[in-house]
């Protein structure tokens, strides 16, 4: 491994890859006999292994149904499996720094939280998550769809009442807000509510490209990437074809051209296909290219970066490590010491 300087940013060209998107959880909770060795998922054991992966978040995912809640905490017992039964590669933040640190996040908080019922009690399921799990990376308030908190990335719904009661109870437990999911609407109404109240809350994308580059509604429009830059937050590229186009070089191009230095980073979103629901399930042949199946081509991708664009290592290592490492440090948990051994 590379030596590192005392903030744990990786000298010169990184070793060590951290992703903040994908949906091992919810692959291992659709059936008892998955296991996190199974390739399907595109971010197993051996994947995230041979891709230099040393972080990884994990997304607590469900759609917006009546057994939300349910599939939610069954993801949250896959973590903690995932910790008791491979605690030889897996570990918590601050844990043995030759493991893969793994942070749960939160993509839909209709896994936390039922349509109809008081919202202390999706708030005290937060609160345990932290106490009893890990402190959670993100929340995002919702998938596709609108759910009681605001409108998803296929409405053009804004924010709720209780949606900005959520956001102000992120804000007061330092849990980040995601906008990977919202319509465009409920982004700028949480951008708005955090600018009128003053809060602290920092913002970030992560698992969306840029919608100037190529035409999704999963991906962001310039001005709300814009807006996750200059607050500080992290852009994930996401590896998804149906988010990308013709090349994720033109979507890193053009989120630097932005500013993005600082931000950008991996947000793949590597996916078992069959897993989401039917109207929005495709292919899994055609839903990554061949050069971005799964976790194993982060060092391809760096390299190309650099043969290709001419990003220095300063660049490359920023979007491997760097960031995420950063943004952790300063608005999630204080220290992130996995690279810095």
Same mark, same amino acid.
């Given at each position: 491994?590379?030596?590192?300087?005392?903030?744990?940013?990786?000298?010169?060209?990184?070793?060590?890859?951290?992703?903040?998107?994908?949906?091992?959880?919810?692959?291992?909770?659709? *059936?008892?006999?998955?296991?996190?060795? *199974?390739? %399907?998922?595109?971010?197993?054991?051996?994947?995230?292994?041979?891709?230099?992966?040393?972080?990884?978040?994990?997304?607590?995912?469900?759609?917006?149904?009546?057994?939300?809640?349910?599939?939610?905490?069954?993801?949250?017992?896959r973590?903690?499996?995932?910790? +008791?039964?491979?605690?030889?590669?897996?570990?918590?933040?601050?844990?043995?720094?030759?493991? !893969?640190?793994? !942070?749960p996040?939160?993509?839909?908080?209709?896994?936390?939280?039922?349509?109809?019922?008081?919202?202390?009690?999706?708030?005290?399921? !937060?609160?345990?998550?932290?106490?009893?799990?890990?402190?959670?990376?993100?929340?995002?308030?919702?998938?596709?769809?609108?759910?009681?908190?605001?409108?998803g990335?296929?409405?053009?719904?804004?924010?709720? +009442?209780?949606?900005?009661v959520?956001?102000?109870?992120?804000?007061?437990?330092?849990?980040?807000?995601?906008?990977?999911?919202?319509?465009?609407?409920?982004?700028?109404? !949480?951008?708005?509510?955090?600018?009128?109240?003053?809060?602290?809350?920092?913002?970030?994308?992560?698992?969306?490209?840029?919608?100037?580059?190529?035409?999704? %509604?999963?991906?962001?429009?310039?001005?709300?990437l814009?807006?996750?830059?200059?607050?500080?937050?992290?852009?994930?590229?996401?590896?998804?074809?149906?988010?990308?186009?013709?090349?994720?070089?033109?979507?890193?191009?053009?989120?630097?051209?932005?500013?993005?230095?600082?931000?950008?980073?991996?947000?793949?979103?590597?996916?078992?296909?069959m897993?989401?629901?039917?109207?929005?399930?495709?292919?899994?042949?055609?839903?990554?290219?061949?050069?971005?199946?799964?976790?194993?081509?982060?060092?391809?991708?760096?390299?190309?970066?650099?043969?290709?664009?001419?990003? +220095?290592?300063?660049?490359?290592?920023?979007?491997?490590?760097?960031?995420v490492?950063?943004?952790?440090?300063?608005?999630?948990?204080?220290?992130?010491? %996995?690279?810095?051994?």
């Amino acid at each position: 491994m590379r030596s590192n300087d005392q903030c744990g940013n990786v000298n010169p060209m990184s070793d060590f890859i951290a992703d903040i998107h994908c949906d091992l959880l919810c692959y291992l909770a659709y *059936d008892s006999k998955r296991t996190p060795h *199974d390739s %399907a998922v595109r971010c197993s054991i051996p994947q995230l292994q041979k891709g230099g992966v040393k972080l990884q978040v994990l997304a607590i995912y469900t759609s917006t149904s009546p057994q939300s809640v349910v599939e939610g905490q069954e993801q949250v017992k896959r973590f903690h499996m995932l910790l +008791d039964e491979h605690s030889d590669i897996f570990t918590t933040y601050g844990g043995d720094h030759n493991k !893969i640190t793994i !942070i749960p996040s939160i993509e839909n908080a209709s896994s936390v939280f039922s349509e109809e019922e008081n919202l202390d009690e999706g708030f005290k399921r !937060i609160i345990d998550i932290e106490q009893n799990t890990s402190k959670v990376a993100y929340l995002s308030m919702t998938w596709n769809e609108a759910n009681r908190f605001g409108g998803g990335a296929h409405t053009k719904r804004g924010i709720t +009442d209780e949606g900005k009661v959520l956001l102000h109870f992120l804000n007061e437990r330092r849990i980040p807000i995601d906008l990977s999911h919202t319509s465009d609407k409920l982004a700028y109404d !949480i951008l708005n509510e955090i600018d009128k109240h003053s809060l602290s809350l920092p913002v970030i994308a992560s698992h969306s490209n840029a919608r100037s580059v190529y035409e999704a %509604a999963r991906n962001l429009p310039d001005e709300l990437l814009s807006e996750v830059i200059s607050r500080k937050g992290l852009i994930g590229l996401n590896f998804v074809n149906h988010f990308l186009g013709d090349s994720i070089h033109l979507h890193v191009a053009h989120i630097l051209s932005l500013g993005g230095y600082h931000s950008l980073a991996f947000g793949a979103d590597f996916f078992y296909g069959m897993d989401v629901p039917p109207e929005h399930q495709k292919d899994p042949e055609t839903l990554f290219s061949p050069g971005y199946r799964d976790a194993s081509v982060y060092p391809r991708i760096l390299n190309e970066w650099k043969t290709q664009l001419q990003l +220095d290592e300063k660049i490359i290592n920023n979007i491997a490590w760097n960031n995420v490492n950063r943004f952790l440090e300063a608005e999630v948990y204080g220290s992130i010491t %996995a690279a810095s051994k």
